[in-house]
């Protein structure tokens, strides 16, 4: 069983900043990738940022500068850090975590509930 929980989300003005946190609980399961995705309202949900097994990370362009995805592996802990956030940046924000059980082939995705970030102008 995996279970996904994200925190620090809320409300921050223009330019403000907020760090995410997402702890996975998880029992014979192997973590590769760890992610953070985003929903706005009436739109798709789309990639922030993502970190592999490797330290290797990648971004979606519109927050390339200003956010920082980073992970504790001894905690099983991924956090995003959002500088400089925009209005545009308004969304529920949802951890992602992907790998396998132990003696496994299929690779499985497992999802937060989901945060909220709102920043006003």
């Known amino acids: 069983q995996v279970q996904v929980v994200e925190s620090g989300g809320g409300l921050v003005q223009d330019g403000g900043s907020l760090r995410l946190s997402c702890v996975v609980s998880a029992s014979a399961f192997n973590i590769d990738d760890m992610a953070w995705h985003r929903q706005a309202p009436g739109t798709q949900r789309e990639l922030v940022a993502r970190?592999?097994?490797?330290?290797?990370?990648n971004y979606v362009e519109s927050v390339q500068g200003r956010f920082t995805i980073s992970r504790d592996n001894a905690k099983n802990t991924v956090y995003l850090q959002m500088n400089s956030l925009k209005p545009e940046d308004t969304a529920v924000y949802y951890c992602r975590v992907g790998g396998r059980y132990t003696l496994s082939n299929v690779y499985r995705n497992y999802w937060g509930q989901g945060t909220q970030v709102t920043v006003s102008s």
């Open positions: 970190v592999t097994s490797g330290g290797g990370t």
